[in-house]
Structures are given as C-alpha cells and as structure tokens.
C-alpha cells in the first residue's frame, strides 16, 4: 500500500525535485531505502533517517504554509495571519501536554505519529486537488503541496521500519477523510488546506522530537 | 345601513366612470330603498343594511344586518315577480343566481314567534360588488443558489369571462420584522379557462440568511360588470427558508459567481456575535437581518483573483467566511480563423479576448460546432492557455468543401460565439516540404523531389522554389503541381548552369492562394558539367628577338568554363602547315611557339580549353600585325580606379579592339594584362585591380580587321598621377661674384610618380644653417622662386647676385599629382676684389684729411681753446666764507628732523673781495627752515628720530671728539650691524651733480623747498618725476625712522641694510664701513637729496 502510493505521487514529485535540485540525491536516498532494503539491520540506520527527513521536512515547513496561504487571498494571505480556532476533525491535533508526550512508550508515540501522517498524507492530496480547482495556475504551491505529501509517505516508512526493529506492531492505515470533502465550498477547503499545512508543520516538529528523543535512546 | 349604502354609492360614482352615465337611475334605486326600509322594516327591527358581493359573476351572496331580538327566526327571501323560488334559511344571508341587469325586489320576510315581518330592498347588478375568491392555492418555490423565489398559480379563468384583465399584486417580505422587500404587479387577461401564471424575483439577500414570505390578490377589471370590483383579500403568506444550517452556521451565498460590478450581500448566520466582517482587505460594518443573522453589503465587486475573493465574518472564537468569484462573461472570440494543412483535418484558431478573470472550473469552455454535418468539438480545459492563441481540431468531412463553424465560449457568467463559415480549399496553409532531393537529368536540369504530407488530391498546389547559386545570385520559380495522395512531388528544373553548386528550397500553397508554408530544408546540389560555352581570351606577344611568339590566354570564367579545365590544345597553322604543340595543363596559361618574325608566311594561333565534357570553341589570332607607322606616344591620367580611352569609330575594324598595357619599367615582352572591347565601341574604360597610383603604364589599342590587328595607338598613362618621390639631383656648375648656374638631373620615371609639369627654383640670401626655405613661402620677398615650366631645360643662370654672400637653394620638382621634395644646397657667391679696395681707401682717406685740418686749426686757435676751456682755478680752502662755527653744529643735537641746510654749503660763492659778515647773515638765512623741522618731528617720535647732521669735514672732527659726552642725544651718526659691505660711494663731486639732478641738469640744493621731512619726501616724489631714477616701491610707505635708530638694528636683514647710515632712498651708506675717517666720506657735495637719486648699489 506505502509502495502503491509512494509510487502515485513520483511524477509531481520529479516536478517539485527539479526545484530542489542539489538535494535530490539525499533526499531520494532517504525516501527509497526503507522500501527497497526491507528490514533494516540495526536500529540506528532507520532512526537517522526518520530523523534526518523530519529535520530535512521541518526547513521546508514554514515556506509551504506561507507559499500556501499567499495564494489563498485576504485574509489568509495578510501578513501575520493566524488562525488557531480553525481545526479539522479529520486530523489529530499535534498539540499534546507536554509530560504526557514524555511519558508515552516508545511503539505509542511513532503509532501517534504515523497515524498523524497518514492522515496528513491523505489531507495534502485533498488539498493538492482543491488547490488545483482554485488556484491550477499556482505551479509552485502545487508542486510543493506535491512533495510534502510525498515527503510524508517517506517519513511514515521510515517510521515504520523503526517501529519494525522495536517490535512494534504497525496499524493498518485508516481512512482519515472519509466522504465528506467532496460537499465542502471554497472557502472550507482554503481552511481546510490551511488547517492541513499548518498542522503539517506541527507535526514535522513533532516528530524531529519523536526522534529526536529515539536517536538519543537508541543511537547515542 | 343609510351611511353604508351612501358610502357605497360614492365610492362606486367615483371608482366607476363605467356607471356615472347611469346616474340618476342610481340615485333614484337608493333612494327608494330608503324609503321601503323606513317605512317597513327599522322601526319593527327586521332586516336591514343587505349587502350584496359575488365572488364569480354568478352567483350573488347577500347578507344583511338583524337585531339580535330575531336571531333565532326562519327568513324567507323571495325575489318578487321572478321564477326564482324563495328560499327559507335561519342564516342572515342568502345565494341566488346573478339576476338580469334591471331592478329586482327582494322580499325577506321575517318569521319568528312575536310575528311576522316583511321587508323589502330593490337589488340592482350596481349594488353588487365583485369581490374575487382569495387565491388559496399557488405554488412558491426558491432556488437559493440564485436567491431566486418563483410562485406559479391558477388564475381560475374557466369560471371568469375571457377578456377580463387582471391585476396580481404580490408582496414578498422577509427579515423577523416582515419588511416588506419587493411589492410587484403584474397584468394578465383571463382566457376563458385556467392558466398558471408564473412570476419570480430574485432576492439581493441569499435567501438562506433570513425567511422570506409571500403573498398575493388580485383584481378582475370586468368590463361588462357594472357593480363594484373589489381586491381579493390577501392569499395566506407562504415562507420560504433555508436549509438547515450545517454546524450551526453558515455564510451566504457560497461560491457564487457574479460579473464584475455587481452589488451582493453576504450574510452570516451564526448563533454568537459577529464582531466584525471583511470583503477582500476591506472591512465593512454589517446590518443585523435577524437574531442570528447578520450581513454586508458590497457595491460594484471589482474582479476576484484566482481562487476568489473571500467573505469573512469573525466572532469571538471563530471566523466563518465564503468566497466570491467576480470576473466577466466570455469575450467574442476574436480572429477565429480555420484553415487546413492537410485537407484531411482543420485547425481553427482564435484569441479569447478580454480575460474573464476565472479559472479553473469557472474558465471559459469553448465548442466548436459545425452546422452542416452539426459535429462539434469541445475545447478541454486541459488544452487551456492562458493570454494565448487558442485552437480546436476537426476532422474533415469527406466531399464536404464548405464550413459553417460556430465557436461557442461559455463560463458560469454567460456566453458568446463567434462564426465563420470557410470554402476549406481556399484556406490551405500545407505543412512545410521535407524530404528534398535533386537528381540529375543533364548538366543544365534536374528533377527536384520533396515530400508534403497530407491528402491535396482535390486540388492544385502552387510551390515557389528558391534557387541560389554563387555567381548568379537568387532566383525564385513559382511552379503548379496537381495535389497528390501520396505525398511525393517532383518537379522539372531546367535553364540550370553546368557545374554549378546550386541551393533549393520550396514552399507551397494551394492554387488559391491563401499561406504559404514555412520554407523547406535547404537542398545543396552541385550539376554536372557542360563543354565550355566559349574559348579563352587570347593574345599573343612576340619576343624581342622576333624568333618566337608568346601566346596568352585568360581562364574561362566558371560559367564559361561549365565545368573543371582540365588542359589547353594549343595549335597553329598557315596555309603551308598546321601544328600543335603539347596538352597544356590547366595550371599554365601561355605557351611559346617558335617563329619567324621575319618570316612572311602569318600563322593563325588556335587555343581550345577542354573539361571532362569536352572542348571549348577554338579562339583564335594571327601571329602577325598590320603595321601602322604613324603612331603616337600619347599621355593619359586616368580617374582614380581605371583609365578612360576613347577613340574615333572605325567601320573598317570588323573583329574587336584589344587594349593592353603593361608596367613601364618592366621588361619585356610588355604585357601585363589586355582586354577585348567590340568593334563597334568609341571608347573604354580600362580598371585593373592592381593598378596603382604614381606608376607609369603603357597602354596600346590595337583594332582588328579581318582577324589581323594593328596597333592604333600607344600611350602612357597613370590611373592617378602622384607627386614625386624624391627631390632632382642638382648642383652648382659655376658660380660668379653675381651670379650661380646650376644644372639638374632627371628624376627616374618610377621615382617622379606622374608626369613631369616642371620645375621650381628657390633662392634665398642668407647664412649657413639659417635657411627659411624650407617653409618654401613663396610670398616672402626675401625668398624668389622661380618656375621653370620648360621640362627641357636642365640648367638655370641666376644672375645680380651680391658678390661673397651666401645663398640658399632649393630646387624641387613637380607633376600633375603635385610638387615633390626639394632638395637644397648652400652657395656663397665670389668676393668682388676691386669694390672692396675701393671701400677701405676712401675711409682712411677722410679720416687723415681730417685730422690734418683740425690739428692746424686747433694749433692756430690754442688761446682761444685755453681760454674757453682750462682757465685758471682759484684755491677755495683760502676762503673764509667756507668756515662754520662749531656751535652750530652742536644745536643740531635738539633737533628732530634731518638738518642739512646749516651744514650744507650748497650755495657757495667764492668771492674774494666781500667781507665775513655777510656769509653768516647768509648762512642764518639757510639754518632757519631747519630750525623748524625738529619742532615738528619731536612731537611725533622723539627717540626714533635721530638728526643726521652733516657737516663739513671740520665740523665733523669736532662732533668727532666730543663724542663720548653726548652719544645718546647728539646729533652723530651711528653705525649699525652692516650685512654687506658697500663700497663707499666716493664720487667726484660731478658725478654726483649729475646723480642729484637726473637728465634736468644741475640744480643747487638751496633752491629746493626743503621745509621738513615731509617736504623732504615729497619733493623726492617730484624729483622722481623729473629725474630718471624711480624708487622700485612707494616712497611714502617707507618708515621715515632714521636709519641708525635703534628699531633698525633688531629688525629684518632688509631693514637693516638702512643700519648705517645711508640714504633712505638709495641705500647707500653714507659713511662706509670702512675707512671712517676717510675724508671722501663727507664730501661736501652730498645733499640729502640722494636719498631719492642715488641708485642702491643691490
């Protein structure tokens, strides 16, 4: 299913890849390997790759929120806007007390995270479409949206092979949408795409924590 | 019932003009109903006040007003004298059929247990009112995504009269406060049967924001009803409202798409307060619709950006919004323009115009249909560009020529279209040839193939082949071929040169022109080659000698060679014999063939040039020439690039004329080159790539008759004359005391560069290396030129010369091209013995003779001389008149200022027989102005003025020796730090005369006006005027200290050159450093005047 899906999303992906040319090599390196080599040898291999793409992700955050809300109008695209109230039901806030992320097990926090990404994943195509209805003229947002959610899949591999050396049992993919999206109006779906790239950034952070805290345990 | 029946009656006369012509039977009918009611039923309290209405025209409800003492009886109605039946009823009113139109009495008769009552009203038609049944039934439906409400109903015709008019009134109100939103009329006739009518309005507030009701009456305008005609009563109001609001809120409209400029309100519904609204960047102040609705208004919406213009309501917790696409409907389709490059699809292709400002799912769709075979195609979105040319493709119909497209543009705002209707055989624009090929048929033609894709069997196809060779530039061929099937064109190309690298290419259009395509690919083809069209131009050239003669011949041109030359067969025969000489390479373009000038019998020279196609005509030439002895050397400049010739026609030269010419100082045989001109021609002009300027050429013109030439003319020319390049070699062959001959050389003719015009000889007297000849300034007297035009001429006599005196001379060349370099040469003419003989004896001559005379006069006159001139001196040191009293010069010590006159014996007159007394007397006289001066002075600076007395040589030894009593006041000079040592200025006593009074002469001191220092200075500024010595600054800036002052010691080395005592005004010390006791140093002479006349000796 990872593998189907990864697969979709190579062709816009080369589009967004030639933006980025002098990373291409890293990058594809860090997408491919947990698809191509199966179970890894040890646990330090799959845990800085996990790490390595969620810091990698975490720089392009910040640009595809703004790249996304500049092309939504005013006043998404006014400078400074915020809009914390806006929530999706479909997607789990990243937002968690702080002792009880601490607390969490190992196996609980990557299955919070990868669900959490799974749902984004399967949210950045949504958006990728909507966004392809509004703005189909805005190449650059929808190339971007393209590769998150590429980079996305390729952090829910990482992830799950991490989960796989931890003896961690991986849960099935759910379907975070369901079919209400398709009913939404305009100006649900700018929110709804806000809502997505902005708690995309959420939980990129996150997750550098998450494994950032595995590296420390695990690889350190 | 009087008021109402009144009331009624008014209302109707002014409500009806239909009834006013029926007045007065109106008002009679009331009346009399009045009075039937008075006098039978009021004052018994039955019924009164009947009214009577009908809903349908038919039937007549009456009712009428009872006292309730009867509300329990039974009434009978009765219509008197009709066949209507009466009816008993316990009710207050009653139906019966509408009655004719006059008047008809109703009897009611009361029947209740106190007793019967009979009342009667007379009803006419006019005291009826036609009130229409309230319209119960109608349909209201809403389409909220268009804000759109649309009531249908039945008018109920079928139980009108056709033809009645009728007015529907219809209010729609919305909001909790029911305002009224729209009230709308409509007009309609009724048709004898029912019709639904229909009407709609579309709201400005989307009608999910707040409820909207609706009602509706109407009015029948029966024309042949002659009662009242009333308005319905209001149908019941219907409500529309929106759907259920999901999640508790809502804004409308979503995603509407409206036109620019339009006004739109939007409006939230949501359950907490909205505390502010935002359309685009602008926020707007929101009027409340109802509890939980509140909206904005916005005005003439400009257009929206690609995802839309976004609406947004913020509350306390949250913000809710919608988006607005603003944008225009399609354009026209603008340059809709279908042609075809194949004849098997079209293309059509247009500009969209102004853009519509939507994207996506709201862009423009376009479909192109076509009328006669009704197929169309669909623009798809995919295939959208944006600011750019668009395009559909159709498929041809097969037989079908003609075209009636549609393109249709629509977006959620509207449509447009655009239509063209195109014969498809005359819009063919084929795709561009490929595929050329060339193969050969001979050397001047081929066959030229290409490849144009598409089905052109319906028709001819015009093709432009472009054809570009080297040397013969550009051509363009426009040919006809039938259009193929099969793609494969060829065509015949001839009137091509041989051997000639040729490139083609083609282009096409159908016969009816519409494009051209694009060019094809070039197509490099080189063709074969041909025989030479022409043999070589040749000439021929004897040797010196006369033993053998050198045959020349120029390389065929390409386009007359037709091909490589591979070799040359020289021949040449007479009658007696005929030879060939060997294949000459191509390389080689002459031969030698060995003859006999001398030899009678003439050869005619045959040369032919061969290729590997074959020979060239042979050219040919006679070995021999016609001889012509009046021949001429002629002279001839040519115009820059070439040489002009002209000669007179000659009809006896039937061949041509031949002009050769060869470089003049080169060797023989003389043949640089030659050219042929037609036998006809007067004249040539001859240009030559390597002429050069300044170099002599021979030129000679040779006609031909009857194949033999003659020299005509010969002829030296220069294509441009220069001046020379070297100066003549001269030089003095003789040389006289008055005259010089010089001879000259000629200039070598390469060296003189034109031809030669003369000569110019310059000549200057002068000294060795000081010539100005060179500037050659021929306007200058002291340089004579002379111009020997007289090129002959190689010696020149210049004659009345000055003898031993040296000459410059230059002698320089000219041509047409201008005057050369000179050369010069220096020449002193022979000296003239006897004049200078004569010149020194005359002199010496006058000068004995003159001494002799003056030494016998002065010998004869010696008395007289003595006399004159030395007489006898008398001693004046024996007069007393020169002694001075010692006193005198000591009262100097309180003067101030400069005191001279005491101690200066200016005016000295020694006469020896006067007595003392009178020299004293005098010498008072002179002490007084003095006297004066230091009063003067001793106000101002009393230190710094330090008396210069001078006195006479005894005097001083005196001041001399009482010296150390009084050296600060006294009236001594003292000596100051000297930086350089004068000489002391001991002058005869003449020469300082002459010093004091310039060029006016001597003047006595005692008559200058000497009365102070002032005066001193300004009389020294007159004596500068007058005499010729000006001080070198301004006299009366100078400090008038004294020179020895104290002041003077300490300051700067040019204020101390005044230390010693010295004249101000010359600088010269008055008593020199040296040798003080010098008498010279005083010398009586000396005035203080000098201070002003004596030049400083610095």
């Given amino acids: 299913m990872e593998v189907g899906s990864s697969q979709r999303s190579l062709k816009p992906a080369s589009d967004f890849l030639s933006v980025f040319q002098p990373v291409v090599p890293c990058l594809l390196s860090l997408l491919l390997e947990p698809f191509t080599l199966g179970v ?13 793409l969620a810091l990698y992700m975490q720089k392009n955050t910040s640009v595809l929120l703004q790249t996304y809300l500049q092309y939504q109008g005013s006043p998404f695209s006014d400078t400074g806007f915020s809009a914390p109230e806006l929530q999706l039901s479909s997607l789990p806030p990243a937002a968690v007390p702080f002792m009880l992320w601490r607390g969490l097990g190992d196996g609980e926090r990557l299955i919070q995270t990868r669900g959490a990404f799974s749902a984004l994943a399967q949210h950045l195509q949504l958006v990728n479409d909507d966004q392809a209805d509004l703005n189909p003229g805005s190449s650059v947002l929808l190339s971007q949206l393209a590769a998150a959610r590429l980079w996305a899949q390729g952090l829910m591999g990482n992830m799950a092979s991490v989960m796989t050396v931890l003896g ?21 779906r700018k929110c709804r795409g806000y809502v997505v790239t902005r708690e995309y950034g959420h939980w990129t952070d996150r997750a550098v924590r998450d494994m950032a805290l595995l590296k420390a345990k695990y690889v350190a | 019932m009087e008021a109402y029946f009144y009331s009624r009656l008014l209302s109707k006369t002014g409500g009806n003009k239909r009834m006013s012509s029926s007045k007065f039977q109106w008002l009679s009918s009331i009346i009399f109903l009045y009075l039937v ?36 009886g039974t009434y009978e109605i009765c219509v008197i004298n009709s066949s209507y039946p009466c009816i008993r009823t316990e009710k207050t009113h009653f139906e019966i059929p509408a009655l004719t139109f006059a008047d008809h009495e109703i009897k009611i008769n009361s029947i209740h247990v106190s007793g019967n009552s009979v009342i009667k009203f007379i009803l006419n038609e006019r ?91 109407y009015y029948i305008d029966e024309l042949h009803f002659f009662g009242q005609k009333e308005w319905s009563e209001w149908s019941p109001l219907r409500n529309i409202s929106g759907p259920p609001v999901k999640e508790n809120y809502e804004v409308f409209p979503r995603d509407k798409v409206v036109p620019v400029g339009s006004n739109m309100t939007f409006c939230c519904v949501v359950g907490e307060p909205v505390l502010s609204a935002q359309f685009g960047k602008e926020s707007y102040s929101f009027i409340r619709l109802d509890r939980r609705s509140v909206a904005i208004k916005i005005n003439n919406i400009t257009v929206s950006p690609s995802s839309g213009t976004n609406v947004v309501f913020t509350t306390k917790s949250n913000l809710y919004g919608t988006v607005v696409f603003a944008g225009y409907p399609p354009d026209i389709p603008r340059k809709l323009n279908c042609e075809t490059r194949d004849l098997k699809e079209i293309t059509c292709s247009w500009n969209a115009g102004r853009p519509t400002g939507f994207f996506g799912p709201r862009g423009t769709n376009y479909i192109l249909y076509e009328r006669f075979s009704g197929r169309n195609v669909t623009y798809g979105r995919a295939e959208e560009h944006m600011n750019a040319i668009h395009q559909l493709i159709f498929q041809m119909i097969t037989g079908q020529e003609i075209y009636n497209f549609t393109l249709e543009a629509n977006n959620p705002l509207g449509r447009s279209e655009a239509v063209i209707l195109v014969n498809i055989t005359q819009r063919v624009c084929p795709h561009t040839p490929s595929k050329l090929i060339a193969k050969d048929i001979n050397s001047t033609a081929i066959f030229l193939y290409w490849h144009l894709s598409g089905n052109f069997a319906n028709i001819n196809l015009l093709c432009e082949i472009e054809i570009n060779a080297t040397y013969s530039g550009q051509e363009l061929r426009n040919i006809t071929v039938r259009g193929l099937e099969t793609s494969s064109y060829h065509v015949y190309m001839d009137k091509l040169m041989p051997y000639t690298m040729y490139t083609f290419r083609v282009r096409c259009s159908s016969e009816n022109f519409w494009k051209w395509s694009k060019w094809s690919n070039e197509k490099h083809y080189l063709t074969t080659e041909g025989i030479p069209s022409k043999g070589p131009d040749i000439w021929r050239e004897w040797r010196a000698d006369g033993k053998s003669v050198i045959i020349y011949w120029k390389p065929l041109s390409l386009n007359e060679a037709n091909g490589k030359i591979l070799s040359y067969n020289v021949s040449y025969w007479s009658e007696e014999k005929t030879r060939y000489l060997s294949e000459i390479p191509d390389s080689q373009h002459k031969a030698e063939i060995k003859l006999d000038k001398n030899d009678d019998s003439d050869y005619i020279i045959s040369v032919v040039a061969k290729n590997s196609a074959g020979s060239s005509p042979p050219s040919k030439i006679t070995s021999m020439e016609i001889p012509n002895e009046d021949i001429k050397v002629e002279q001839i400049v040519g115009i820059g690039n070439g040489i002009l010739f002209h000669w007179n026609y000659d009809p006896n030269m039937t061949c041509d004329y031949v002009i050769k010419w060869c470089n003049s100082t080169r060797s023989e045989p003389c043949l640089t080159d030659w050219k042929k001109f037609p036998a006809n021609s007067t004249g040539a002009l001859v240009e030559y790539d390597n002429f050069r300027s300044g170099t002599r050429y021979n030129f000679f013109l040779y006609g031909c008759k009857n194949q033999k030439y003659q020299l005509l003319r010969s002829i030296l020319g220069y294509t441009e004359e220069l001046a020379p390049s070297v100066a003549p070699n001269f030089t003095v062959e003789d040389t006289s005391s008055d005259s010089i001959l010089v001879k000259w050389e000629d200039i070598p003719v390469e060296d003189l560069r034109g031809f030669l015009r003369g000569y110019l000889f310059y000549f200057e007297k002068g000294e060795k290396g000081t010539s100005k000849i060179q500037g050659l300034e021929s306007g200058r007297s002291d340089v004579k030129v002379k111009n020997i035009t007289d090129i002959t001429q190689k010696t020149l006599r210049i004659v ?98 400069l005191e001279m006159n005491p101690c200066t014996p200016n005016n000295v007159e ?67 730090d000297i930086q350089s040592m004068y000489q002391p200025q001991a002058k005869p006593e003449e020469e300082l005369e002459n010093h004091l009074v310039g060029g006016a002469g001597y003047k006595p001191q005692m008559h200058l006006p000497v009365t102070s220092t002032i005066e001193n200075i300004i009389t020294a500024d007159d004596l500068e005027k007058t005499a010729g010595y000006r001080p070198q600054t301004n006299v009366n800036a100078w400090n008038l200290d004294s020179p020895d002052s104290p002041r003077s010691i300490d300051s700067n080395s040019e204020i101390a050159s005044f230390g010693s005592p010295c004249s101000i005004n010359s600088r010269q010390f008055l008593i020199p450093p040296k040798d003080e006791e010098s008498p010279k140093s005083s010398n009586g002479g000396w005035s203080f005047t000098n201070f002003f006349q004596n030049k400083p000796n610095d």
């Fill in chain 1, 40 to 52: 890894p040898l040890s646990l330090a291999d799959p845990i800085n790759q996990a790490y390595n």
């Fill in chain 1, 168 to 188: 961690v049992s991986i849960p099935p993919e759910v379907d975070a949408l369901g079919p209400a999206p398709f009913g939404a109006s305009a100006f649900e």
């Fill in chain 2, 37 to 72: 009611n008075q006098a039978h039923g009021q004052s018994r309290g039955v019924p009164h006040d009947l009214n009577c209405i009908t809903h349908n025209l038919k039937v007549w409800d009456c009712s009428w007003e009872a006292l309730p003492t009867i509300n329990h």
């Fill in chain 2, 127 to 217: 005291n009826v009112s036609l009130v229409p049944a309230t319209l119960q039934d109608f349909n209201l439906t809403a389409d909220f995504s268009t804000s759109t409400l649309y009531l249908k109903w039945n008018d109920n015709g079928s139980v009108f009269p056709s033809h009645s008019s009728v007015i529907w009134e219809i209010i729609v109100q919305y909001k909790e406060k029911m305002e009224v939103a729209t009230v709308a009329t409509l007009n309609t006739t009724l048709i004898g049967k029912d019709s639904v009518h229909h009407w709609n309005w579309t709201s400005d507030i989307p009608l999910e924001c707040t409820p909207h009701y609706v009602k509706i009456r």
């Fill in chain 2, 800 to 897: 009345d010369l000055q003898g031993k005196t040296g000459y410059h001379l230059l002698l320089q060349a000219y041509t047409g091209g201008g005057i050369g370099p000179g050369k010069s040469m220096y020449v002193v003419t022979k000296e003239n013995s006897e004049g200078l003989i004569i010149a020194i004896l005359i002199p010496v001559a006058v000068a004995i003779f003159v001494g002799v005379v003056t030494s016998i006069l002065c010998y004869r006159k010696r008395e007289w001389i003595k006399e004159t001139f030395y007489p006898d001196i008398p001693n004046p040191e024996n007069s007393k008149a020169l002694q001075f009293h010692k006193s005198i010069c000591e009262g100097s010590s309180t003067l101030k200022t």
């Fill in chain 2, 910 to 976: 020694v006469v020896e027989t006067r007595s003392v007394a009178p020299k004293i007397e005098e010498d008072t006289e002179i002490k007084s102005p003095v006297t004066d001066g230091p009063e003067e002075g001793s106000d101002a600076e009393p230190e710094n003025h330090v008396v210069v007395s001078y006195c006479p040589p005894i005097i001083e030894e005196e001041i001399a020796n009482a010296g150390g009593e009084e050296a600060g006041s006294s009236s001594q000079v003292i000596y100051i």
